[in-house]
C-alpha cells in the first residue's frame, strides 16, 4: 500500500508558476512509475505527466509540454511539478499518482490538490 500526499497548489494568475509536491509513504516509492493527472469541473480526469522509477525518462500532455516539469527524489520519497505560464485553461484538481499505466490510469492516487489560474 502506498499513500500520496500532494501539496502546494493554489490561486495563480495567468502566466504565474506553481510546483506541486507529492510525498509518497512506503518503502517501495523508487520502484514505481510516478506522475500527474488532473480532473477539470465537468470534465474526465486527463494525464499530464509522469516519470520513471529512476527519473530518466518524463513523458507530458501536448497541453503541458514545454511549460511543466515532472521531477522525482528517490532519497525523499517526491515527485514533483513545476508549472510554469500557467493558463486559465489549466485550472484543475491535480492528483499525484503511483505506478502510473500506459498514461490513462494508476494503481494509487493522493488526494489531490487544487490549482486555480485566473485570467
Known amino acids: 500500500q502506498v499513500r500520496l500526499v500532494e501539496s502546494g497548489g493554489g490561486l495563480v494568475q495567468t502566466g504565474g508558476s506553481l510546483t506541486l509536491s507529492c510525498t509518497a509513504s512506503?518503502?517501495?516509492?523508487?520502484?514505481?512509475?510516478m506522475g500527474w493527472f488532473r480532473q477539470a469541473p465537468g470534465k474526465e480526469r486527463e494525464f499530464v505527466a509522469s516519470?520513471?522509477?529512476?527519473?530518466?525518462?518524463?513523458y507530458y500532455a501536448d497541453s503541458v509540454k514545454g511549460r511543466f516539469t515532472i521531477s522525482r527524489d528517490n532519497a525523499k520519497n517526491s515527485v514533483y511539478l513545476q508549472m510554469n505560464s500557467l493558463k486559465p485553461e489549466d485550472t484543475a484538481i491535480y492528483y499525484c499518482a503511483a505506478d502510473v499505466v500506459q498514461f490513462i490510469g494508476a494503481r494509487y492516487w493522493g488526494q489531490g490538490t487544487q490549482v486555480t489560474v485566473s485570467s
Open positions: 516519470i520513471s522509477s529512476g527519473g530518466v525518462s518524463a
Open positions: 512506503g518503502r517501495t516509492f523508487r520502484s514505481y512509475v
